[in-house]
């Protein structure tokens, strides 16, 4: 039978370390790819170009989101306020958030897990939720299907935008009344700058079709998937997962370790280059083994787990 001792402080402290070359590598990386995909798509004038760049860009947006999410637990840099700064320049304000509305949100979240007072579980799957019905599991393969379709079509634009909105601070009145005039001002002048730039290159077409496109289609259908593993059970009941992939399904919906959702609910402050140690830790101590938890391999499997039919 597994050890069900707990880590030791000792364990964990070596995983609490920001390592500031890491995660400012890991968003270089984002940023080249996007940068070099829109290029090539931009020269080359292909639609199967454009196609397969917009499936590029919208996996890359997840992944910075991703890093925004390390800066809410201030693992982005070892300063918060510089690290908070990066994040809103970098991830938050070009994807049309900002950090530190996504902390009081994501903080809430941890607090109050699969609760009424959990603002994710609220925004999709609470009594008032506009689209509800598509976060009431089990579901069947079919519906789930559809729901993927739709997001990569499009379908449900306005829905989106109206939890833009929503996940921005602007209707929820999660946006603090003491927010800095500087920090208002700053993200102003990005959006100003952003357009004056933009008209100055002639570059609406290629950032509408190469940046906003993604945010709306490939984006939403990576972060269905990934919400759907990281809390609905096999039975539809609340729960966590940790979703462990190959190389390829990391790179398009799991990437910099987020995957990994069980140990970062257990221990919120390891950083995400270490939660594959973490894992290894907590899996050889029998800890992720609990009926509110699972480990699935793959994010095929998890749709088999979720959907109607693997109920019965």
Known sequence: MKST???????????????????????????????????????????????????????????????????????????????DWLSDLTIAWPLLVDTATYRANHSRHHRNLNTAKDPDWLRYRGPDA???EEWRFPMSGRKIAWLIVGDLLGLRTIQQLKKVLIFSGARSGTRSASTPTRRRVARLAFYLGLAVLLTAVSGWTAFLLYWIVPSLTTLKVVLRVRLIAEHVMPSGADGSRTTLTGPIARFFIAPHNVGY??????????????????????????????????VTRGYLGVLREVSARAST
């Open 261 to 294: 959702h069980l140990e970062h609910h257990d221990h919120p402050a390891v950083r995400f280059v270490h939660l594959p140690k973490l894992h290894r830790i907590l899996a050889a101590r029998g800890a992720l083994e609990r009926p509110d938890r699972t």
């Open 130 to 132: 506009q689209d509800a």
């Open 5 to 83: 001792k707990p880590i030791q402080p000792h364990e964990l402290a070596p995983l609490l370390v920001v390592d500031p070359k890491k995660t400012l590598g890991a968003l270089a990386l984002d940023w080249t790819i996007i940068g070099v995909a829109i290029s090539l798509a931009v020269i080359a004038q292909s639609w199967l170009v454009s196609l397969l760049t917009i499936v590029l860009v919208g996996s890359r947006q997840h992944a910075l989101l991703v890093l925004m999410h390390e800066a809410a637990h201030v693992g982005l840099l070892r300063r918060r306020s510089v690290g």
